[in-house]
């Protein structure tokens, strides 16, 4: 049984209308190095634009802080009944603020291949080369698993949906905070959550079919609510179609694991990698 926790009010309706304005500003200064997907634009807490956010806006700074506390992490495991023996928290990937060449370097990330030149691809590869064997050497002795907090602010819009799935590997414990509220008679947008009709399999496929699964519970956007939940085996979800033209914003992120598997997916069918190189 998929384990969540839902918190209203985890910041208030005022203060969500001030980070979606503060957002707005830079997002739209931005906009030409959003990530795209789906109907929906995200800008990750390691990147250089959420940087220059955290820099410009104190809403936004205060809502960061907020969630890197020691606090919000332990009380997440709490929530959850988890150990925090078994977990170290640590930071790998954000930084609060960037010297020269981290700014150069991300910048560079947020640029398409076919507009550098060879000499710059060639330096931009050597570096991810070198940030890959950093990470790597970090980790590789260390006992506990070692979490580490990643998110983005997400906006999206009509068309947007996400089939019924787990989340990818790595991530151990998974939020969804909505920054606007829809109203009444906006269909969509959802966060749905499903269980198997077939309680008795050994493994459970990280994107069942929608017929295999009953909706268990299901949350409409609403300012300041915070949905969290462990990623196991059978923590199905699914986002339902906007229909309407407004928007969504949230904040995806997870607790992920950096050096160890997930405990909680060992009776997962099939592998969901995580692409951390995005996170550089």
């Not at 500003?25 to 959003?34: A, D, G, P, Y």
């Not at 560079?108 to 590869?125: E, Q, R």
């Not at 923590?235 to 033209?245: I, N, P, Q, R």
Request: hydrophobic residues 35%; contains cysteine; proline residues 1%.
């Amino acid at each position: 049984m998929l384990k969540y926790k839902v918190i209203e009010n985890f910041i208030d309706e005022n203060k969500c209308s001030e980070l979606v304005k503060d957002a707005e500003v830079i997002l739209t200064k931005n906009s030409e190095r959003e990530i795209l997907n789906n109907n929906r634009q995200s800008v990750f807490s390691t990147g250089i634009i959420f940087n220059e956010l955290l820099s410009k806006s104190k809403n936004w700074k205060d809502l960061n802080e907020k969630l890197y506390s020691n606090e919000f992490y332990l009380d997440t495991l709490k929530e959850l009944n988890l150990n925090k023996s078994e977990f170290e928290l640590t930071n790998f990937f954000f930084k609060n603020k960037l010297n020269g060449i981290e700014k150069k370097y991300k910048n560079l990330i947020n640029k398409k291949f076919s507009y550098l030149k060879t000499g710059t691809l060639s330096k931009l590869l050597i570096l991810r080369v070198y940030k890959e064997i950093l990470f790597k050497v970090k980790f590789f002795f260390k006992k506990k698993i070692n979490l580490e907090l990643i998110y983005d602010l997400s906006i999206s819009k009509k068309g947007y949906k996400r089939e019924i799935h787990r989340d990818s590997d790595s991530r151990v414990i998974v939020f969804l905070l909505y920054l606007n509220s829809f109203k009444k008679n906006e269909e969509g947008g959802n966060l749905n959550l499903h269980e198997l009709k077939n309680k008795t399999i050994d493994s459970f496929p990280a994107q069942p079919k929608f017929e295999d699964c009953d909706l268990i519970k299901s949350f409409h956007p609403k300012a300041g609510r915070l949905v969290f939940f462990l990623n196991s085996s059978d923590a199905f979800h699914s986002v339902s179609e906007m229909l309407g033209d407004e928007k969504r914003y949230f904040l995806y992120g997870s607790y992920t694991a950096l050096n160890k598997e997930n405990p909680f997916l060992k009776s997962s069918a099939n592998k969901l990698n995580t692409d951390f190189f995005l996170l550089h």
